[in-house]
């Protein structure tokens, strides 16, 4: 997608050098499944996550989007790695 609108790394990069790029997807840029919707009720049921809030018999979901926040949290955090390292 980025591509497509032509705002991938390497293409911005040639307008600052210094740039950090942090581009987050469901299920990445390539495979059989690099189209599919990662709702977050879907990561948590393919993830496991939601054995974890539920029973034996009968899993939940988190009562918040927990794995758009956890993306969230860790994209920031690599964000500001890149910025430290550089």
């Known amino acids: 997608m980025t591509e ?26 390539f495979g059989a499944r690099k189209n599919f919707p990662a709702f977050d009720n879907i990561i948590q049921a393919e993830t496991g996550f939601m054995h974890l809030t539920g029973s034996k018999d009968q899993a939940y979901k988190m009562g918040f989007a927990i794995t758009d926040m956890l993306t969230a949290l860790y994209a920031s955090n690599a964000i500001l790695a890149g910025i430290i390292h550089r």
Not at 13 to 18: A, E, P, V
């Open 4 to 29: 497509k609108l032509k705002i991938d790394y390497d293409k911005l990069k040639k307008y600052n050098d210094k740039l950090i790029y942090c581009s987050v997807s469901g299920y990445g840029d």
